[in-house]
């Protein structure tokens, strides 16, 4: 059975860092575009970041450029959100998602995994 599970997410100060993880279980991660989204209460789940397959393309969205970092590593079956000087308005659920196709549109992405909270105090 298909499965994403992410880790990583708490409580940080604005300016500080976290690392979150998504373990992807059931073959749905080699092949796929691993993508991270986040929602924030009352609003709608946004793209944040994506990563192809081959590790070669990424597409970030402009909130987060220069701040936060997509890797994978497909001998572990895991991607990775690096995020840096955090801001009270990147709190929110981030969300690991997995797709067969290159996009930003979250109706794109198949699976989706529980989320992780990250909360950003000013």
């Known amino acids: 059975q298909a499965q994403l599970v992410e880790s990583g997410g708490g409580l940080v100060q604005a300016g500080g860092s976290l690392r979150l993880s998504c373990a992807s279980s059931g073959g749905i991660f080699t092949n796929y575009v691993m993508g991270w989204f986040r929602q924030a209460p009352g609003k709608e789940r946004e793209f944040v970041v994506a990563?192809?397959?081959?590790?070669?393309?990424?597409n970030y969205a402009r909130s987060v450029q220069g701040r936060f970092t997509i890797s994978r590593d497909n001998a572990r079956n895991t991607v990775y959100l690096q995020m840096n000087s955090l801001k009270p308005e990147d709190t929110a659920v981030y969300y690991c998602a997995a797709s067969n196709l290159w996009s930003t549109n979250v109706n794109s992405y198949a699976y989706w995994g529980q989320g992780t909270q990250v909360t950003v105090s000013s």
């Open positions: 990563i192809d397959s081959s590790h070669i393309a990424t």
